[in-house]
């Protein structure tokens, strides 16, 4: 019975198109995630998981934040006396994101 229910996991998880999905299916599935080899046969999905996340944040860090200050949005902003963006708010904002992304996925394990 678990490898059925661990096989109609992993084809769920192999069906989703991106972490979003992913999160959706690991909340539905969650109670099932105490059982031993429905865990194992999902450990790959959450390593998975963890890293289109931070692949995620990486990115929208680096387009909002890095490039900022050169882009033609900082120009007209700051034409209009608009302040600058933070980046210190940006990277708590996206460490916290992290953070939380992990604990998700650790709870299911």
Partial sequence: ???????????KLTACTDAE??????K????????????IA???FQVQLIA??????????????LKYESSSAARISKLRGIPPVSTVQCSVVCETFIFHSVLVVERST
Wanted: aromatic share 8%.
């Fill in 21 to 26: 999905d992913m999160f959706c299916v690991f």
């Fill in 1 to 11: 019975m678990e490898e059925r229910l661990a096989k109609l996991l992993r084809d």
């Fill in 52 to 65: 289109t996340v931070s692949k995620a944040i990486e990115k929208l860090q680096s387009k909002f934040v």
């Fill in 42 to 44: 999902v450990k790959e």
């Fill in 28 to 39: 539905r599935f969650n109670p099932l995630l105490a059982r031993t080899r429905v865990r």
